[in-house]
């Protein structure tokens, strides 16, 4: 084990210690850590209050600036399974004290939960096998210790503290699809494991942000200075600068909690899910947010809701506005994820960030759910609380990584320089009033005030009321700021880096011309689809997207719309149940706009891909009313399709595409393929099998315009 843990974290510097003693956490990840065990030791804490005593209590200050100091004075290290406390070492070379903990895995009415037995030899996810592989805790008691909100629970299997974590990855695909949802004695036994299902900020007591912020380096000098020109009968001076402390200190925490107080409000998200309960019965409950853990099967409302947690969709389609998390606000489509089983493919393992498309994250809203054949839309819930992505993002928030600009080094440089000069001054008035032979009372007097001039004490004051105001204005654009040292950083900053796409062009895009390609060669560009043949090409374009119908609106990528648009063809969303003629295989059909179009051109969607930034393309499956065979349309970047077209693609190819990208122009590909193939093969083929010896069809020029603002400070 030990040299597992050395080559996952060479940034272990513990080399000198046994390594049951400590422990490498989440290597590779941001959240990295290193852990050691410590044990009270309490003859050394008792020799402690010695020297603290003696130091009027100064060398207990640097023990609570200094946590590791302390806890390497009072405990001894000592092995994991027997640690007390834990010394956390961060990626960043920060240092954090937590308790471990002891709690029983009780449930509410006091009885213990046993290991679930293992009744169903086919449903896995409630078998004693899957529990003790996934959650491998023992049930009649844990330990853990809990860090940024997130907790870490003793694996008494393995000697090795882990993350506790949910269902987001290294799970068969298939094992999913034998969930049924679980009993109540299962959603006991995890709700102890995982806490409720809240993102919850917490408020800090006034008491304690009194202390804190009293009791930072800055103000306890300036207590020392105080006290000192209170003696020196400096009264008036001496009050001026306490009532400005009081002031700034009432100020910062006044602000302080309020922004706590709106961060909470803003945050906290609530409401009732229906939850399937295991059983003979398989019934559905509608309960509270709060109590759903990872295993959960939920449905989803057929108009929409807010997701409390992050869910994998098993069944049906979802239409989702995840604006909260990517700063988008066009809808996607969410697809259930494929079952390995029925498809007849290999039975990967589920990774939350591989398969996005299938996952609906916590606090995104779901606009739209669909089904057919009267399935109701079903997903299992992967991850609660502080794990969900958007948990992830208040963490963010609550512990930003540390900052080292050169602000933060300037200001530590300049006390110094000023602790110096007041220490050299000290020394010398020291040394000079002793030949003097004054009084001694009188010379540490004298010498002291050097240290209190030297460094002014009104300087945290003026800093916290700076920070305080603003704040104050930042409130007021509605910007929450509970680090208030990033204030002062960023006021350091000169210059601003943004992205082209929304930021610097307008939103939307405008159709510049359409380049067929016929033969091997491209043909005159048509301005507008008037100027263009109903082919395969205008087929492409207002089949390969990812458009869908929300209250009678077409709403999906700008892209995409703008290409349908421009073909000024028809989209029709239909149900089984009203009896549309395409729902044996298609719930989605295009055709030219008119109340009797050609059969053929209605076009049925038959199997949609995504479009995914990774391949940098998106495809379609579709059938022609009266086809016998399937048609592949895909689009994307030219050099992608280019790379998987076999034919069509004319000479002067890489010449045109340069011509257009000179003049900023967007430009997208699309390429076809003929798929003599069967329903189920279709359906069971994977991407890589479809995208595949395709025709080149052509090019689709779109201009993304510059803002007005942009371009004048072009011109300037």
């Known amino acids: 084990m030990s040299s597992e843990r050395s080559s996952r974290n060479p940034r272990a510097d513990l080399s000198s210690e046994d390594d049951s003693f400590s422990s490498a956490l989440n ?179 006034l008491i304690q942000l009194l202390f804190k912020e009293v009791l930072t380096p800055f103000y306890i000098f300036q207590l020392f200075s105080c006290t000192l020109w209170y003696t020196d009968q400096y009264y008036y001076y001496a009050s001026c600068i306490v009532l400005l402390s009081i002031s700034s200190i009432v100020a910062s925490l006044w602000q302080t909690r309020k922004i706590q107080r709106d961060l909470r409000n803003t945050i906290h998200s609530s409401a009732l899910v229906n939850v399937f309960r295991g059983g003979e ?22 108009h929409g809701c807010i997701m409390q947690c992050d869910a994998l969709l098993l069944e049906g389609n979802v239409i989702v506005n995840e604006s909260m998390l990517t700063g988008e606000s066009v809808p996607v489509t969410k697809t259930p994820l494929p079952n390995p089983t029925a498809a007849g493919q290999a039975d990967l393992l589920y990774d939350i960030k591989q398969h996005a498309r299938h996952t609906l994250y916590c606090g995104t809203h779901v606009i739209q759910s669909r089904y057919y054949e009267g399935h109701k839309v079903c997903a299992v819930v992967v991850r609660t609380g502080f794990s969900t992505l958007k948990g992830e993002l208040v963490r963010s928030i609550l512990y930003p990584k540390p900052v080292d600009f050169r602000f933060n080094r300037h200001t530590y440089a300049y006390v110094g320089v000023l602790a110096g000069l007041a220490l050299v001054g000290f020394i010398y008035t020291f040394i000079v009033m002793i030949g003097e032979a004054l009084p001694a009372w009188y010379i540490v007097k004298r010498a002291l005030d050097f240290i209190t001039i030297a460094i002014p004490p009104a300087l945290p004051a003026a800093m916290t009321a700076g920070l305080v105001y603003a704040q104050v204005r930042l409130r007021k654009l509605e910007i929450y700021c509970i680090s208030p040292r990033s204030i002062n950083i960023a006021g350091a900053i000169n ?78 969303e239909g149900a089984r149940e009203e009896g549309n003629r395409f729902d044996e295989l298609a719930p989605t059909v295009v055709h030219p706009r008119g109340s009797s179009p050609p059969p053929e051109l209605t076009i049925g969607i038959v ?110």
Not at 649 to 658: G, H, K, R, S, T
Not at 660 to 689: C, D, H, K, M, S
């Open 27 to 205: 290597a590779g990840e941001e959240d990295e850590i290193i852990i050691v065990g410590y044990k009270l030791d309490p003859f050394r804490r008792l020799l402690l209050l010695i020297p603290c005593i003696l130091t009027a209590g100064i060398l207990a200050l640097v023990y609570y600036w200094i946590p590791k100091f302390y806890i390497r004075s009072c405990y001894r290290i000592c092995r994991l399974s027997e640690a007390t406390k834990i010394l956390i070492k961060g990626k960043y070379d920060q240092n954090f004290v937590k308790d471990v903990h002891n709690h029983g895995l009780s449930s509410s009415s006091g009885t213990r939960n046993e290991p679930v037995k293992q009744t169903d030899e086919e449903n896995p996810a409630t078998s004693q096998v899957f529990m003790e592989q996934r959650f491998p805790y023992s049930a009649n008691h844990c330990r853990y210790f809990s860090f940024q909100k997130m907790k870490y629970l003793w694996n008494d299997r393995l000697k090795i503290f882990e993350k506790l974590r949910g269902l987001d990855r290294d799970i068969p695909s298939s094992l999913f699809f034998s969930l049924t949802g679980l009993t109540q004695d299962e959603q006991k036994q995890r709700s102890v494991l995982f806490g409720p299902n809240l993102i919850q900020v917490h408020i800090t007591p």
């Open 495 to 572: 210059c601003c880096v943004f992205d082209k796409t929304g930021t610097l062009t307008e939103d939307g895009l405008d159709m510049q011309e359409v380049v067929p390609a016929v033969d091997g060669a491209f043909s005159p560009p048509a301005f507008n689809a008037a100027q263009l043949e109903q082919d395969l090409l205008t087929i492409a374009m207002a089949s390969c997207h990812s458009l869908t119908m929300i209250e009678s609106r077409l709403t999906g990528d700008p892209l995409d719309l703008k290409m349908f648009e421009w073909t000024d063809w028809q989209l029709e």
């Open 607 to 716: 199997r949609q891909f995504p479009f995914a930034s990774k391949m940098q393309r998106m495809s379609v499956v579709t059938r022609g009313l009266e086809d016998s065979t399937f048609s592949l349309f895909v689009k994307g970047a030219p050099e992608i399709i280019q790379s998987l077209c076999v034919e069509g693609v004319p000479d002067d190819f890489a010449e045109i595409l340069q011509q257009f990208t000179a003049r900023g122009y967007r430009v997208i590909a699309v390429g076809y393929r003929e798929l003599p193939w069967n329903y189920v093969r279709v359906q069971r083929a994977t991407r890589e099998q479809l995208d595949s010896e395709l025709r080149f069809l052509g090019l689709v020029v779109l201009e993304n315009r510059l803002k007005p603002p942009v371009t004048t400070s072009k011109r300037r």
């Open 281 to 302: 019965d398989n019934e559905i409950s509608a309960i509270p947010s709060e109590d759903l853990v990872p295993g959960d099967m939920i449905e989803l409302p057929r």
